[in-house]
């Protein structure tokens, strides 16, 4: 069975500093994806960023990266020059054959001003 | 651009009842999912479709729960005789139709079982 776990339930950063949410997950398939997505506070889950299995190269999506550890099966989301935007829960997702994406529990992130 | 509704976004509602809830996809998108989401946790899989096909159900989807795409457009997802444990938040996303397409969701509807 697929799984997905974030083990660290609550974070909190400091405006401006960078901060590192942690991702593993398990999975048989050799052809998949991950996702973060973020869900503000009683607003809807936006995607962060993806990244492809194949890939080697790590995804960046201007303030966010990833760090894709293919063999220790992690998935790290680095977020930059937080902001206060981005308090959030975010989702460590797994996606695979048929589509139906898999979910962590999420991480709470709290951005302090 | 409209992206995915949702609607009603709150139902509050007594045990026994049935509930209907209805996702409309971003228009182009032919691929839509359901999800459930309790509090503190992730969403987890419910069901998918790909244009009125229903290509897969999660075990979690008892004989209770029932999902239609008619025409391949709007969904709805049914709940009949509810129970206190079906409160939740019920999330539908679609996509394209191709492999991984990234998912959208909607605002979700919060159901509130008394």
């Known amino acids: 069975a697929q799984t997905v776990t974030q083990s660290q339930p609550e974070m909190s950063v400091q405006e401006a500093e960078t901060v590192t949410l942690s991702c593993t997950y398990d999975t048989s398939e050799s052809n998949y994806y991950l996702f973060w997505y973020k869900q503000p506070p009683s607003r809807q889950m936006i995607l962060v960023i993806r990244q492809e299995a194949y890939k080697q190269q790590n995804a960046t999506e201007n303030r966010f990266s990833v760090n894709f550890q293919k063999a220790a099966k992690s998935f790290s989301l680095k977020i930059s020059d937080s902001q206060l935007g981005d308090t959030a829960m975010y989702f460590c997702?797994?996606?695979?054959?048929?589509?139906?994406?898999?979910f962590g529990a999420g991480t709470i992130l709290r951005v302090k001003s | 651009d409209t992206g995915v509704s949702q609607d009603p976004r709150h139902k509050i509602t007594k045990r026994g009842q049935n509930v209907t809830f209805r996702c409309d996809p971003i228009s182009e998108h032919n691929r839509l999912y359901w999800y459930r989401q309790t509090l503190g946790q992730g969403p987890e899989f419910l069901t998918y479709f790909q244009n009125e096909a229903q290509l897969e159900k999660s075990r979690l989807l008892s004989d209770r729960f029932s999902a239609e795409r008619p025409k391949g457009s709007f969904s709805t997802l049914e709940i009949q005789r509810t129970e206190q444990g079906d409160s939740a938040m019920y999330l539908c996303a679609s996509s394209l139709p191709a492999y991984q397409e990234t998912q959208y969701f909607g605002p979700g509807t919060r159901l509130l079982v008394l």
């Open positions: 997702a797994l996606g695979e054959y048929g589509n139906k994406l898999v």
